[in-house]
């Protein structure tokens, strides 16, 4: 099967690891190409696995000045269909489904079409031609709460959550020697988050709940992975500053062995504002590791609160506090939830059954196409 994918920004993030993580569960089911809106981390993926693409930037369909200049890419896209034979277009991110459903009414193909955040209303569903998409795949029902409320794409809208390549998770082995890496012994409970340090994922929250935290169990400390904006970064060590946790708060920054870093923690945490649906939750819990997570958007679907983490309302820092330190003073509840997650991990959300339901999508879709 010949697929078209369309990715707009070539960076270092969810989307992105979420495309790559299906072209490799997919494997030789399907023969793909790739369009990206730049050069970056990602192209460089696409490059060692040696799957072909080319760059060209995506016009923003909302900007109404830019409307002609998106049609252009529509047609430039629809050409590369063509070229490339492909059977079907499959778009990354949701405000692509224009250029999509355009393209592949011009080439005469299908289009699918990922939803990755909660930022699609109910307005921008018709906006953005969804209901013209064979189909859209919101990775959470929060995700897809506008599409299936919409009598236009109802019947065609299917949730298929991130998934998470379990072997790669749940080895102990190097726990003691990032552990000692990282300044910590074996008297330390380790919170830790992963993700893009920014105004979204919440981390100035999270910090505030340490100062809690800190006051009640002086053993704990908080890890935050993941790469951030200067100033931004610069306002959360100044927070923890002045809270008085300088001392157990530790920026490390990006990391390319997460699940080294998760065998090291012993609770993970997201503290979201907003969240699609965080594939970062289900690496936790394959590695074994309890959550405690805002209830934002996608994150009740991945966590289920008292038996793989604990869920807070989003926003309330002393509920957080009051979450983490549950934990902190259970070894147990940790190992329990722990061992909760690992199974859940493996029940629902493995790459591998993303891909076969993905892929299972594509045929019938391309069946329902031979018989129009």
Request: charged share 25%.
């Amino acid at each position: 099967m010949r697929v078209l994918y369309l990715q707009n920004y070539a960076t270092d993030a969810g989307s992105q690891h979420s495309l790559l993580l299906l072209l490799d569960c997919l494997g030789d089911r399907v023969q793909p190409f790739v369009s990206c809106g730049g050069e970056g981390w990602f192209t460089g993926e696409l490059r060692r696995r040696g799957v072909p693409f080319c760059v060209s930037p995506y016009p923003r369909w909302s900007k109404f000045a830019q409307l002609g200049r998106s049609l252009g890419r529509a047609r430039e896209l629809a050409a590369t269909a063509g070229v490339w034979r492909a059977e079907l277009i499959h778009s990354n991110e949701h405000w692509m489904c224009p250029h999509a459903v355009l393209a592949g009414r011009r080439a005469g193909v299908p289009a699918v079409c990922h939803v990755r955040d909660e930022k699609l209303s109910a307005r921008r569903v018709v906006e953005y031609l969804f209901p013209w998409a064979a189909r859209a795949l919101p990775v959470s029902r929060a995700v897809g709460r506008p599409l299936l409320r919409c009598r236009l794409t109802r019947a065609r809208t299917e949730v298929v959550y991130n998934g998470c390549r379990l072997e790669g998770f749940g080895d102990d082995s190097k726990r003691g020697a990032v552990r000692a890496g990282l300044g910590y012994d074996d008297s330390h409970v380790v919170i830790t988050e992963v993700g893009t340090v920014d105004a979204r994922k919440n981390q100035a929250g999270l910090i505030e709940a340490m100062a809690r935290v800190r006051a009640e169990a002086p053993h704990a400390r908080l890890l935050l992975v993941g790469s951030s904006e200067a100033g931004f970064l610069e306002s959360l060590r100044a927070q923890a500053g002045r809270l008085g946790v300088s001392d157990v708060v530790t920026f490390a920054g990006r990391r390319s062995d997460v699940p080294d870093v998760l065998a090291a923690t012993d609770i993970f945490c997201l503290p979201s504002l907003r969240e699609g649906f965080a594939r970062v939750i289900v690496e936790a819990m394959a590695a074994g590791r309890p959550v405690v997570a805002s209830d934002a958007s996608g994150n009740p679907e991945a966590v289920v609160d008292e038996r793989t983490g604990l869920l807070y309302p989003v926003g309330e820092a002393d509920a957080l506090a009051s979450a983490l330190l549950t934990l902190v003073r259970s070894p147990e509840l940790r190992e329990e939830f722990g061992r909760a997650g690992r199974a859940l991990a493996a029940e629902r959300f493995s790459a591998e059954a993303v891909a076969d339901r993905v892929y299972s999508i594509y045929g019938s879709v391309l069946a329902e196409r031979r018989r129009a």
